[in-house]
């Protein structure tokens, strides 16, 4: 799975000199917490956060006067506040190199490039929504989570173990067990029952971690 196939396209967009009450209200408006900013020419120059924003916002103990407080804010622009240093990834990316990124850098979202233009923006509500099709949340099945030895064809036995008795494979992932010689693997199934499930895991001389329909 690539990035573009699961990425939001035609992403919100400010120029540097939206002011910093018009980016809050596009942020609330469209129910995004960040902003690619683009110039005249529609290049990519930097993303503004709706933290930025608000950490920018004068302090509700200052002495000024509302007016006076209106009157700073709307001075200041998102050029003033934008991240110039974007990281950013291409729309063939593969996803799960998108999540790394994110989790490398400690960021909730990354602008998409189809070379030098933007294209689409994956954040991590985006991920999560591809993390509930890998587990099949919204399926209906057998659940069940298994752990194995670490060695070559344990998926094959399994999965021509669950063909035999007829069922059909609706999602199926491995997982790091607890040390290297162990993993887990979380999968569910259609058209076999606990009891035959029990019985499966047993002949392949796996640990049953957990069973339940779901």
């Known amino acids: 799975m690539l990035v573009r196939q699961r990425m939001s396209r035609h992403p919100v967009t400010i120029t540097p000199d939206t002011s910093l009450h018009?980016?809050?209200?596009?942020?609330?408006?469209?129910?995004?917490?960040?902003?690619?900013?683009?110039?005249?020419?529609?290049?990519?120059?930097?993303?503004?956060?709706?933290?930025?924003?608000?950490?920018?916002?004068?302090?509700?103990a200052t002495s000024l006067s509302v007016w006076e407080l209106n009157y700073l804010v709307s001075k200041i622009t998102v050029e003033e506040l934008m991240s110039r240093d974007v990281i950013t990834v291409g729309d063939d990316c593969p996803i799960e190199d998108a999540?790394?990124?994110?989790?490398?850098?400690?960021?909730?979202?990354?602008?998409?490039?189809?070379?030098?233009?933007?294209?689409?923006?994956?954040?991590?509500?985006?991920?999560?929504?591809?993390?509930?099709e890998l587990l099949g949340a919204r399926d209906r099945g057998l659940r069940v989570t298994i752990k194995v030895e670490e060695q070559k064809g344990v998926l094959a036995r399994l999965?021509?173990?669950?063909?035999?008795?007829?069922?059909?494979?609706?999602?199926?992932?491995?997982?790091g067990g607890d040390d290297l010689a162990t993993r887990e693997i979380?999968?569910?199934?259609?058209?076999?029952?606990?009891?035959?499930?029990?019985?499966?895991?047993?002949?392949?001389?796996?640990?049953?971690?957990?069973?339940?329909?779901?």
Do not use: C, W
């Not at 980016?23 to 960040?34: C, E, F, I």
């Not at 850098?105 to 591809?130: A, Q």
């Not at 999965?159 to 997982?175: M, P, Q, Y």
């Open 159 to 175: 999965t021509d173990a669950l063909a035999s008795h007829g069922a059909n494979i609706v999602t199926l992932g491995t997982f």
């Open 22 to 60: 018009n980016a809050l209200n596009a942020m609330r408006d469209h129910k995004v917490r960040r902003l690619p900013v683009l110039d005249q020419k529609g290049k990519l120059i930097g993303i503004v956060l709706e933290k930025d924003l608000l950490y920018a916002s004068p302090s509700p």
């Open 99 to 132: 999540a790394r990124i994110m989790v490398d850098n400690s960021i909730s979202g990354l602008p998409v490039m189809h070379g030098v233009k933007l294209v689409g923006m994956i954040t991590e509500s985006d991920l999560f929504k591809v993390f509930l």
């Open 186 to 214: 979380a999968f569910k199934v259609q058209g076999v029952d606990a009891q035959a499930m029990r019985g499966i895991i047993n002949d392949l001389g796996a640990e049953l971690l957990d069973i339940r329909e779901t």
